[in-house]
């Protein structure tokens, strides 16, 4: 019984320590006055060194004056890169909300 408690209290906080991680914010303009959300998937090799495709942010927000770009590793992220990073390639979400 202790064994499971201890193992479901480091599960805990493992989820609590991914749950804040690695996310940029910056807000263009007054940031984001609508609902529309644009996600796209940045890719590196070299564990972030190379960038492998380009995000192009500006033309996701189009002629938006005012909006907010989000650059994080989702949970989704992370799953990928515990398959992708054996090869040296790791992803993060970039997110525009207009």
Not at 23 to 50: C, M, P
Not at 70 to 98: C, G, H, M, P
Request: proline share 1%.
């Amino acid at each position: 019984m202790l064994k499971k408690i201890t193992a479901v209290l480091m599960m805990m906080v493992f989820v609590f320590m991914l749950a804040g991680c690695a996310a940029h914010i910056h807000k263009v303009g007054d940031g984001a006055q609508g609902s529309t959300v644009v996600e796209k998937r940045q890719w590196y090799a070299l564990f972030g060194l190379i960038p492998i495709n380009e995000v192009d942010t500006a033309a996701i927000a189009g002629d938006a004056e005012d909006y907010t770009i989000t650059t994080q590793q989702s949970a989704i992220d992370i799953i990928l890169n515990i398959f992708t990073s054996y090869v040296t390639v790791q992803s993060r979400t970039v997110t525009v909300e207009k």
